[in-house]
């Protein structure tokens, strides 16, 4: 149609050079489901220390020598499973979060980009560079230094970026309200397990925040919804590796759910703020099987924040609330 507009964007853009730039950044995904795109960009993905922090000159012979030519195929098979026709859904989420918070806030540039892969954060932040200010937000609610200190190392010096939101309110609310939404459709599970991405012990036990504020999340989505202890449980999933990663493992916890004859399991994963190959694939598929296979009934995976008008508009809010005069000039 002549004269529309792109998707996502306002009716008035707003300058520029008086606009604060806001960059999305989420983990990244292959540009395709097959061994090909599946080495790329695990060749990319796992030669970064911060993925994995073993010697370089142990770590890289093993990877380009064993790993980069076993792994994409059995990567490729798992993504084939949850590829959409308009490609790799957490592509498509965080896209279309960026196209909703544009509109959400027409007075800024919004932009996204991956960590690994493409879109990138230097292609992100020269899409950006007209703008006065430029605000990077990285997608993962709660800081690990595997993921978020791996988006600032992309960053030229001075770039503003918010660290976590993990206990901000208007997260809360928006996984809440996904939460409560889900149940009035579905009916209510009899346990809520909530899943986060897993970490190496070994990182938290050098004094990363992760697990701390992974359980300031659960503690007050579960205070949110009105949940009583024994109706809610927290697991850490996406072990990788033969190292002790923090505990309990979402698959040894399904099991012994599923063992206990538990009627039905519904499971969230509050630190994904998109649906991807971890909750599409490990959960809804391996886990459900787990589950069922050890004596479940009934097994529900609740859907991420995603495109969810709440979550729009926390994240608005977290910009408006980093984006303003005051909390520039203190935000790290």
Same mark, same amino acid.
């Given at each position: 149609?002549?004269?529309?507009?792109?998707?996502?964007?306002?009716?008035?853009?707003?300058? +520029?050079?008086?606009?604060?730039?806001?960059?999305?950044? =989420?983990?990244?995904?292959p540009?395709?489901?097959t061994s090909? #795109?599946?080495?790329? $960009?695990l060749?990319?993905?796992?030669?970064?220390?911060?993925?994995?922090?073993?010697?370089?000159?142990?770590?890289?012979?093993?990877?380009?020598?064993?790993?980069?030519?076993?792994r994409?195929r059995?990567?490729?098979?798992?993504?084939q499973?949850?590829?959409?026709?308009?490609?790799?859904? &957490?592509?498509?989420?965080?896209?279309r979060?960026?196209?909703?918070?544009?509109l959400?806030?027409?007075?800024?540039?919004?932009?996204y980009?991956?960590?690994?892969?493409?879109?990138s954060?230097?292609?992100?932040?020269?899409?950006?560079a =007209?703008c006065?200010?430029r605000?990077?937000?990285?997608?993962?609610p709660? $800081?690990?230094?595997?993921?978020?200190?791996a988006?600032?190392?992309?960053?030229?010096?001075?770039?503003?970026?918010?660290?976590?939101?993990?206990?901000?309110p #208007?997260?809360?609310?928006? !996984?809440?309200?996904?939460?409560?939404?889900?149940?009035?459709?579905?009916?209510?599970?009899?346990?809520?397990?909530?899943?986060?991405h897993?970490?190496?012990q070994?990182?938290?036990?050098?004094?990363?925040?992760?697990?701390?504020?992974?359980l300031?999340?659960?503690?007050?989505?579960?205070?949110?919804?009105? &949940?009583?202890?024994?109706?809610?449980?927290?697991?850490?999933?996406?072990?990788?590796?033969?190292?002790?990663?923090? #505990?309990p493992?979402?698959?040894?916890?399904?099991?012994? &759910?599923?063992?206990?004859?538990?009627?039905?399991?519904?499971?969230? *994963?509050p630190?994904?703020?998109?649906?991807? !190959?971890?909750?599409?694939?490990?959960?809804?598929?391996? #886990?459900?099987?787990?589950?069922?296979?050890s004596?479940?009934?009934?097994?529900?995976?609740?859907? *991420?924040? =995603?495109?969810? +008008?709440?979550?729009?508009?926390? !994240?608005?809010?977290?910009?408006?609330?980093?984006?303003?005069?005051?909390?520039?000039?203190?935000? +790290?």
């Amino acid at each position: 149609m002549t004269g529309a507009l792109p998707a996502g964007r306002p009716a008035t853009a707003p300058d +520029p050079a008086q606009a604060l730039g806001v960059l999305l950044v =989420n983990l990244g995904t292959p540009a395709a489901p097959t061994s090909a #795109a599946l080495r790329r $960009y695990l060749e990319e993905f796992l030669s970064d220390p911060r993925v994995v922090a073993i010697p370089r000159i142990i770590w890289l012979p093993l990877l380009h020598g064993l790993i980069l030519r076993t792994r994409p195929r059995a990567s490729a098979q798992r993504y084939q499973a949850i590829w959409t026709p308009e490609g790799s859904p &957490l592509a498509v989420h965080t896209r279309r979060q960026s196209e909703l918070l544009q509109l959400a806030l027409p007075e800024c540039e919004i932009e996204y980009a991956m960590r690994y892969g493409g879109p990138s954060i230097a292609q992100g932040l020269e899409r950006l560079a =007209n703008c006065r200010r430029r605000l990077v937000i990285p997608l993962y609610p709660q $800081y690990a230094g595997s993921t978020t200190e791996a988006v600032r190392d992309c960053l030229p010096a001075g770039t503003r970026m918010i660290g976590d939101f993990h206990a901000h309110p #208007a997260y809360i609310s928006a !996984l809440a309200a996904g939460v409560t939404r889900y149940w009035a459709a579905h009916g209510q599970g009899d346990i809520l397990l909530m899943s986060f991405h897993g970490l190496p012990q070994r990182a938290v036990d050098r004094g990363d925040p992760y697990k701390d504020q992974c359980l300031t999340t659960a503690r007050l989505l579960a205070e949110a919804l009105g &949940l009583p202890k024994d109706a809610c449980r927290i697991s850490f999933q996406s072990r990788f590796g033969k190292a002790a990663w923090i #505990a309990p493992y979402t698959a040894s916890l399904v099991q012994e &759910l599923g063992s206990m004859r538990t009627k039905r399991l519904d499971v969230l *994963c509050p630190g994904f703020v998109s649906d991807c !190959l971890e909750t599409l694939e490990e959960i809804q598929l391996e #886990a459900k099987k787990i589950f069922l296979d050890s004596g479940g009934t009934e097994f529900h995976l609740l859907p *991420c924040l =995603n495109e969810s +008008p709440e979550w729009i508009s926390a !994240l608005a809010e977290i910009v408006r609330e980093s984006g303003s005069a005051s909390a520039w000039q203190t935000l +790290p």
